[in-house]
T-cell receptor, first 113, second 116 residues
Framework: DAKTTQPPSMDCAEGRAANLPCNHS???????VYWYRQIHSQGPQYIIH?????ETNEMASLIITEDRKSSTLILPHATLRDTAVYYCMRQRGPMDSNYQLIWGAGTKLIIKP | GAGVSQSPRYKVAKRGQDVALRCDPI?????LFWYQQALGQGPEFLTY????????KSGLPSDRFFAERPEGSVSTLKIQRTQQEDSAVYLC??????????????FGPGTRLTVL
């Protein structure tokens, strides 16, 4: 299974929008794109997921390209507490019995004051 | 508490020692996952339970690793004859609805295992 591709690290100024890219060029039609983040020494935390439409919740927005080969997670107003490793993943859809999340190495996002 | 809990939070074992790591999922969650996370890496899937049934153990690295969830709630990951390469953080996650893959997984804080 091909993992997603993300830049290893990014910086963003506090108060600005953080845009985190992810490539998933081999994603299948029934696979969702998931984003989690992991703050130092804690377990991962769910952020958002989507299939093909753009999604928004109280934490972030997820923009998925029309061909579904890439996506961008947007944190609209980054704060210092958003400093974490952000993981973009594929998860097989509900018709598949394998519920694995396929994790990559993630992007370390550093929010600077 | 309402979240996933794991114990112990830290475990130091001598090479060759057996260890048991415990996970208490969110009450009522039917799905439970174990992951292994090496330093600086993303989590790697180990095994998956739906209630008491272990539906996928394809990620267990060797037959020294064994997981169980006998009553469909608490789970234990056991590692026999620990080796230095077993040193990692072991994460447990649970999610709610059977048969629905696109559930949020709730993670515990992990158990950091160090094998000397």
């Amino acid at each position: 299974d091909a993992k997603t591709t993300q830049p290893p690290s990014m910086d963003c100024a506090e108060g600005r929008a953080a845009n985190l890219p992810c490539n998933h060029s081999t994603i299948s039609g029934n696979e969702y794109v998931y984003w989690y983040r992991q703050i130092h020494s804690q377990g991962p935390q769910y952020i958002i997921h989507g299939l093909k439409n753009n999604e928004t919740n109280e934490m972030a927005s997820l923009i998925i390209t029309e061909d579904r080969k890439s996506s961008t997670l947007i944190l609209p107003h980054a704060t210092l507490r958003d400093t974490a490793v952000y993981y973009c993943m594929r998860q097989r859809g509900p018709m598949d019995s394998n519920y694995q999340l396929i994790w990559g190495a993630g992007t370390k996002l550093i929010i600077k004051p | 508490g309402a979240g996933v809990s794991q114990s112990p939070r830290y475990k130091v074992a001598k090479r060759g020692q057996d260890v048991a790591l415990r996970c208490d999922p969110i009450s009522g969650h039917v799905s439970l996952f174990w992951y292994q996370q090496a330093l600086g890496q993303g989590p790697e899937f180990l095994t998956y339970f739906q209630n008491e049934a272990q539906l996928d153990k394809s990620g267990l690295p060797s037959d020294r690793f064994f997981a169980e969830r006998p009553e469909g709630s608490v789970s234990t990951l056991k590692i026999q004859r620990t080796q230095q390469e077993d040193s990692a953080v072991y994460l447990c996650a649970s999610s709610g609805i059977a048969g629905v893959a696109y559930n949020e997984q709730f993670f515990g804080p992990g158990t950091r295992l160090t094998v000397l």
